[in-house]
Nanobody
Framework: VQLQTSGGGSVQAGGSLRLSCAAS????????MGWFRQAPGKEREFVAV????????RYADSVKGRFTISRDNAKNTVNLRMNNLKAEDTAVYYC?????????????????WGQGTKVTVSS
């Protein structure tokens, strides 16, 4: 199983970025997909998750209304659109796959992880 994350970069506060995660080696439509992030010196934290069908989503309060998670089961990809970025969004972002019907918000609920992509937001 591979989860290839891309789309990170540097942006000024108020800007936007779109992260992508391309999955291979698994039946993508059987997995809920989540995004987590880890800032320097901090623990990894939940950002967003989308169900296997795309019909349900959950967001961390800190990103609600600014980030949007979506998926394309035909292309085996999950995306995270990040708008109105803030300095506190600076982190390495990881995508993760969870087999089944749940929407886990904790890292131990996931079976596979991508390598991470760095997002830096300057104020």
């Amino acid at each position: 199983v591979q989860l290839q994350t891309s789309g990170g970069g540097s942006v000024q506060a108020g800007g936007s970025l779109r992260l992508s995660c391309a999955a291979s080696g698994l039946t993508f439509s059987s997995y809920g997909m989540g995004w987590f992030r880890q800032a320097p010196g901090k623990e990894r934290e939940f950002v967003a998750v989308i169900s296997w069908s795309g019909g349900s989503t959950r967001y961390a309060d800190s990103v609600k209304g600014r980030f949007t998670i979506s998926r394309d089961n035909a292309k085996n990809t999950v995306n995270l659109r990040m708008n109105n970025l803030k300095a506190e969004d600076t982190a390495v972002y990881y995508c993760a796959a969870d087999y089944g019907l749940g929407l886990p918000t904790v890292s131990y609920g996931y079976d596979y992880w991508g390598q991470g992509t760095k997002v830096t937001v300057s104020s």
